[in-house]
């Protein structure tokens, strides 16, 4: 048998087709045992196969109709417990911030986010949603954003900050903020915290908000 490559024909090995299937399944020559771990190692390999290949089930009824529009509805972030949703939109004519309530199937309203020329990027949630973190043009620059929901509170984090600032996120707690700057002329990670003082986002911070 002759393989040829890319250096021409070499000769690496010289068989007959029957030794070399021989060679490769040593055990097919004895006909009785040999056909049967033929047969199961086909089967072992179909059995990996699907394993590898199972399809993950997406729940488009937990979104479609009530949350999607005819307008773009991008970026999602869920909270760590899994009820809110925030995401961006331009339905409302340029890109805003809106949040979801997937237990009750309900928006939450963030009238304090509301600017007709403030364009909305990145949301970010903490464990129950009580803390949301995003990017916000809203004077020519991107600035981060924290927005505390049990306090209406809004806070502009990066006010002298020298670069750009783009995809925030909050830590499961609310205390740290991580984000991408470019004070050094490139983009690099930078880490926010809020001090130990803070009231942190637990299991019951909003648990019926």
Known sequence: MM??????????FQ???SRLWGKIFPWRRSQGTGRAKFVLAVLLLFQALMVGCSSVAINSSMVDGAINSIATDEQPALSGNGRFLA?????EGQNQLFLYDLRRRSYKTLLELRRSLTVME???LSYTGRYIVYSANDSGRADIYLYDRLTYRLEMLTRGYRGAVRH???SPNGRYISFEGSRRGQWDIEIIDR???IELDTETSLSES
């Not at 393989?3 to 690496?12: D, S, V």
């Not at 995401?87 to 339905?91: I, L, P, T």
């Open 3 to 12: 393989i040829t490559t890319a250096l021409g024909n070499t000769r690496i």
């Open 15 to 17: 068989y007959s087709k």
């Open 168 to 170: 925030p996120h909050i």
């Open 87 to 91: 995401f961006v939109s331009n339905r």
């Open 122 to 124: 990145s949301p970010s």
């Open 195 to 197: 001090g130990p003082n």
